[in-house]
């Protein structure tokens, strides 16, 4: 007995039809959306991937890219067989067709499923060279006039702007690290060199930050040097008052933006397979449909429609028979093939 049988007339599969063109279209529009949104996704790996010491993953956005192509074509072709599935010559030549296409459509579901998972567990990946990448480059902030490194501080200061943040975990990540170059400072100050000596690496060290991790919302003159030095500045105090840059790292803002738009594009791609498994069903009942008429020269008369030809429990056991089947055939030709033994 049929999986799931649907009765139909002409109206009603006049109306599957047309419903199932719109609904092809509409998964068109997705692919091609899934498509711009992995260039989106590239790019944004690209302007950053200084930051992540180049070793960032293109993995899901070029698997976006390709799937958002193969969705556009494999819908473009389910919309086209259903807009001719009610002319018998148009939809003759595209019945031997209908199977292979089917089974493409599944495979092609479980791809999506597969990129789906990526884009939520790839995130920890992404967590990790933030945190190397971010932390490298505030170390090589100063090298402006080193080869492959002279654009890291504009980088690195549009990055804190941009994202409100400033330092990997925090702004005293910037008190770790030499950021102003030595060609910068003067040598011949006692100040400087006391501070170049007092370190044990020989690095001049201080309590700043650079001016993008300043606040311009705050109403307060921006306070980027001498931070923890409460008697440099009139009436403050960096333990109780709010400071005036961010305080927010720039490694859980860059995160936070990364994996936002990784959910965002695991949930559309779910959202795809949903589609996706709706137009193989609708495409399956129009098919059975159509080839059940009982009378194909009549286009008024009844027919039947099924999602699978008999039930679940005995399909799937044909299933196994047939892959046992192959699998005997397999050790059948392994054997013919192997020498006769001689005496």
């Not at 950053?48 to 899901?60: G, I, K």
Request: proline letters at 4%; glycine letters at 6%; a negative charge.
């Amino acid at each position: 007995m049929p999986f799931m049988p649907v009765k139909f007339n002409l109206q009603k599969r006049v109306k599957l039809a047309q419903g199932l063109w719109m609904l092809y279209w509409l998964s068109v529009i997705v692919g091609i959306l899934i498509f711009s949104l992995g260039i989106f996704f590239k790019i944004e790996l690209r302007k950053r991937s200084e930051m992540m010491d180049n070793n960032e993953s293109h993995l899901v956005p070029n698997l976006l890219i390709m799937m958002g192509m193969l969705a556009c074509g494999i819908n473009a072709f389910g919309g086209k067989v259903c807009h001719d599935s009610l002319d018998p010559v148009k939809f003759a030549k595209w019945k031997p067709l209908l199977k292979p296409y089917l089974l493409m459509c599944c495979g092609f579901n479980v791809l999506l499923l597969l990129i789906a998972l990526l884009c939520f567990l790839m995130q920890f990946a992404m967590y990790l060279t933030l945190a190397e990448g971010l932390k490298n480059s505030i170390k090589f902030y100063k090298d402006t006039d080193t080869p492959g490194r002279c654009f890291m501080k504009r980088t690195l200061d549009m990055t804190q702007i941009e994202f409100r943040c400033c330092g990997n975990n925090n702004y005293r990540d910037w008190f770790e690290v030499q950021w102003i170059s030595n060609r910068y400072l003067d040598m011949s100050n006692d100040e400087v060199k006391d501070r170049v000596l007092s370190n044990v690496e020989g690095k001049f060290l201080m309590d700043s930050v650079p001016f993008s991790c300043c606040n311009p919302g705050s109403p307060r003159p921006c306070i980027q040097h001498h931070l923890t030095n409460n008697s440099a500045h009139y009436d403050y105090d960096h333990r109780t008052e709010e400071l005036n840059i961010w305080v927010r790292g720039c490694r859980e803002a860059l995160f936070s933006y990364y994996s936002g738009m990784m959910n965002s594009i695991g949930a559309l791609v779910i959202f795809t397979i949903l589609l996706e498994s709706t137009d193989m069903a609708g495409l399956k009942y129009l098919c059975t449909a159509l080839e059940t008429m009982e009378d194909p020269e009549n286009p008024e008369c009844e027919s039947e429609g099924w999602l699978l030809e008999k039930g679940v429990k005995e399909t799937f056991d044909d299933l196994l028979s047939k892959v046992k089947t192959l699998g005997k055939g397999n050790q059948v030709d392994e054997g013919g093939d192997a020498p006769e033994a001689t005496t």
